[in-house]
């Protein structure tokens, strides 16, 4: 089966600190991963996406994501965290299975204090 | 520069009643989507249409009808409203690919009272 936990509900960070949002995903196929961002009263936005190019993949406002094929992961982190970057943050998976599917994560809230 | 464009924002409706909410794109999508957020849940799929004329049940699709009117327009009704249908309800839209970026409307807050 496949599946998309985010090991977090909820992680608050300072201002200026690092930020980690942690994904990992279960796929019998070639997955493409994807983090969308929403912030209140707002539909998603994405972030950046992993499709068997490059790993580390770099994305909008400074996040960036690394796929670990061995560890089944897709952790969105951010070096520095700004108050704009409150917002829930969606790890996606796609896959082909004959048909297009795609996976939502329950989402992880994020608190930047100042 | 509009993109996915959802109505109405708000509603609220009785037991019973019926409601049409609608949608539609203007990047020239075939795919698009229906989904429903509520809390902890992250985003189900109510119905999706894969290209026009063409429409497919999704993960929560029970209570709810949908019409791809052309390759623009894909519309939500909700024939007999009930309380678990209140939701926070996105319409998104996609090229056809499982690469593929979906872009979300505003979304379309509905309480069933």
């Known amino acids: 089966a496949q599946s998309v936990t985010q090991l977090d509900s909820h992680v608050s960070v300072s201002e200026g600190t690092p930020v980690l949002l942690r994904c990992n995903y279960s796929s019998s196929y070639s997955p493409s991963l994807f983090w969308y961002v929403q912030h209140p009263n707002k539909g998603l936005q994405l972030l950046l996406k992993?499709?068997?190019?490059?790993?580390l993949v770099k994305g909008i406002n400074g996040f960036e994501a690394e796929f670990k094929k061995s560890e089944t992961s897709f952790h969105l982190t951010k070096p520095s965290a700004h108050m704009s970057d409150a917002a829930e943050y969606f790890c996606v998976v796609s896959i082909n299975t004959g048909g297009f599917k795609t996976i939502f994560g329950a989402g992880t809230r994020l608190f930047v204090k100042a | 520069n509009a993109g996915v464009t959802q109505t109405p924002k708000f509603q609220v409706l009785k037991t019973g009643q019926s409601m049409t909410l609608q949608c539609a794109q203007d990047m020239n999508h075939n795919s698009m989507y229906w989904y429903r957020q509520d809390p902890g849940m992250g985003l189900r799929l109510i119905y999706y249409?894969?290209?026009?004329?063409?429409?497919d049940k999704g993960e929560v699709p029970n209570g709810y009808n949908v019409s791809r009117l052309n390759k623009r327009e894909f519309s939500l009704r909700l024939e007999s409203a009930a309380p678990s249908q209140t939701s926070v309800y996105f319409c998104a839209s996609s090229e056809r690919g499982q690469a593929a970026t979906i872009y979300f409307g505003e979304g379309s807050w509905l309480t069933v009272v």
């Open positions: 249409s894969a290209s026009e004329g063409t429409t």
């Open positions: 992993y499709t068997s190019a490059a790993t």
